[in-house]
């Protein structure tokens, strides 16, 4: 059976400024003329599939590849190496092909925020080619679905909370019946309720259309909830790629039970330890 | 019949974003009303300049007058395609729209529609104040060859602000400036409020590169002169010829810097 996703080798190096370590003048002055620059390898050479229908979870500490691996995935970011495809179609020989099969919602809900839901909508729609007015029913439902109340969809999003307007942000993608949809921390600062309406709807989503999702998030009980399988990603690299149950089993010693945070700070101790935090996820 | 079909599916998609932009100036009315009262009175002001203390002057306030609504035509044009990419990256909107099924093509042609007719609106509404005040006499204008004039500069204009469109794409936190001093530099030497002969000599060598300088000296001709278009032939060929190089090289330059973001991960809002 074709993957929905399949991803060999892909790479892609970052090239950051690099402050220069001396503290004379000149040599300041020619770091500004001419800045040092330094390649950070965002994504390391991965290789995974994707099956159609499954729920496939990336987990890892901020800066670890995570947004630059759903960025590759959607076209927006050419990899240095490796190739990546969708539904057989390649992201940078069939960008267009790829872009009619995928939709994402980002961390940030990315809309005209001065614009009503409807009216971000109808530009959605347009983009996409949606004929008629279709579109709007479809969008209601899945806003209804969501738990979102009809008298908020025509005011301006900057005047909705956050937790509506990625709600808003989900039925944007889902507009467009996208076969791949690209989750990347769609439920990060949203209060308990709505991170768990999002969450229902992706799993019925699933249900219902067998929409693959690829989903990236910081929830440990999120991903635990809605993935079939998860990769834990650090540096650019996956450090464990298995099921839920099966990660948990990487780190239960004697059949002990043990929860996915546990198995995420085990696996990505180093950089947690690094970024100010022990390896029992307590601040240090 | 498919490639009329798609034309015509590609048109429509291009009017989501002459939809978008109605919308937002709908939804930010007051500060429209504001910018255009402004440009109103700035025209005005522009004109007075040209009135002697009798009254006399007419010529001069009409020479005024046709160089500042060119300008406000153009510079419109220009300034709504080069800051399309820059908005949607204010707005953080630009991953979806690079994201999503549709030719770039398509989507430049959208925001030149709408930068098209939105230049084409204010530049009737800041013409009906100034006709409004000044008792201007029209009566040996050619107008077909004003219209003609404008459509042709309109090329021209459209590829270079889809040349510079590509610079924030570029350089996410320099780019807009740069095509901000390119704007400007257009309005100095292409004699918009004055002959190019009074530019220093090293200016009117640069006039002469810039197509707005070909627009205004054909449009005065048209309008203050009465001039035919075969009278003002060589600057329609300049404008037409111009116009069929920098929109090809433009879509051309916008595609490859979009390639660069791609490469280098400068399409996301932070940059």
Same mark, same amino acid.
């Not at chain 1, 347009?126 to 005011?155: F, M, N, P, V």
């Not at chain 2, 005040?133 to 404008?150: K, M, P, R, W």
């Not at chain 2, 330059?253 to 991960?265: K, P």
């Given at each position: ?284 | ?131 409004? +005040?000044?008792?201007?006499? /029209? ?5 077909? #060859?004003? @219209? =003609?004039? !404008?459509? &042709? ?78 009278? +003002?032939?060589?600057?329609? /060929? ?5 116009? #069929?190089? @920098? =929109?090809? !090289?433009? &879509? ?20």
């Amino acid at each position: 059976m074709q993957s929905a996703l399949e991803c060999c080798d892909a790479r892609k190096v970052f090239y950051v400024k690099r402050e220069r370590k001396s503290t004379s003048m000149l040599t300041r002055l020619f770091a500004k003329v001419i800045p040092k620059y330094e390649p950070v390898e965002a994504v390391d050479r991965l290789t995974f599939h994707v099956k159609p229908g499954e729920i496939f979870g990336i987990l890892g500490p901020n800066g670890s590849g995570k947004s630059t691996l759903i960025r590759l995935i959607s076209t927006l970011l050419l990899p240095d190496a490796g190739c990546i495809t969708v539904f057989g179609h390649d992201v940078v020989k069939e960008r267009y092909q790829v872009r009619k099969l995928i939709n994402r919602v980002s961390v940030d809900a990315a809309f005209f925020k001065g614009l009503s839901a409807m009216e971000n909508l109808s530009y959605a729609a347009r983009l996409y080619g949606l004929e008629g007015g279709a579109w709007q029913t479809t969008a209601t439902d899945i806003l209804c679905r969501l738990g979102l109340e009809s008298d908020k969809l025509h005011e301006p999003l900057e005047d909705l909370s956050r937790g509506m307007q990625q709600k808003i942000a989900v039925a944007r993608a889902l507009l467009t019946r996208p076969l791949l949809l690209l989750l990347d921390e769609p439920t990060t600062g949203l209060d308990p309720v709505s991170k768990r309406d999002v969450q229902d709807f992706v799993l019925e989503e699933r249900e219902r259309r067998g929409t693959t999702v690829v989903l990236t998030t910081h929830d440990m009980q999120e991903a635990d909830r809605l993935c079939d399988r998860i990769a834990v990603i650090d540096h650019g690299k996956f450090v464990a790629l298995d099921t839920p149950e099966g990660l948990k089993s990487l780190i239960s010693t004697n059949g002990e039970s043990v929860t996915l945070e546990e198995v995420f700070f085990s696996l990505t101790g180093k950089t947690l330890r690094s970024s100010g935090r022990c390896e029992n996820g307590n601040a240090v | 019949m498919a490639p009329m079909l798609d034309f015509n599916r590609e048109l429509r998609r291009s009017y989501a974003l002459v939809e978008r932009n109605f919308n937002l100036i709908k939804r930010y009315l007051g500060w429209e009303v504001v910018f255009m009262v402004y440009t109103v009175v700035n025209t005005l002001t522009i004109a007075f300049i040209g009135l002697s203390p009798d009254g006399s002057g007419q010529d001069r306030v009409l020479y005024l007058v046709v160089g500042a609504l060119l300008w406000g035509f153009l510079s419109v044009l220009f300034h709504e395609v080069a800051e399309s990419v820059q908005w949607e990256r204010w707005e953080g909107t630009i991953e979806y729209s690079f994201m999503a099924p549709m030719r770039r093509f398509t989507y430049l042609g959208g925001v030149c529609l709408f930068a098209a007719a939105y230049g084409a609106i204010r530049t009737v509404i800041v013409m009906c104040a100034v006709v409004g +005040i000044f008792d201007l006499d /029209l009566g040996s204008a050619n107008l077909l #060859a004003g @219209l =003609i004039v !404008l459509l &042709l500069s309109s090329l021209s204009f459209i590829g270079v602000g889809l040349m510079a469109a590509t610079l924030p794409l570029m350089s996410p936190e320099k780019g807009s400036q740069a095509a901000h001093i390119l704007e400007a530099a257009i309005l100095l030497v292409s004699g918009v409020y004055y002959d190019v002969s009074v530019l220093p000599v090293w200016m009117q060598r640069l006039s002469k590169i810039s197509p707005a300088t070909y627009t205004l000296r054909a449009a005065r001709a048209a309008l203050l002169d009465g001039a035919s278009l075969f009278d +003002i032939r060589s600057d329609l /060929l300049v404008l037409l010829a111009t116009g #069929a190089i @920098l =929109i090809p !090289l433009g &879509l051309l330059v916008f595609n490859q810097g979009e390639l660069y973001a791609m490469r280098t991960g400068k399409l996301k809002r932070s940059g």
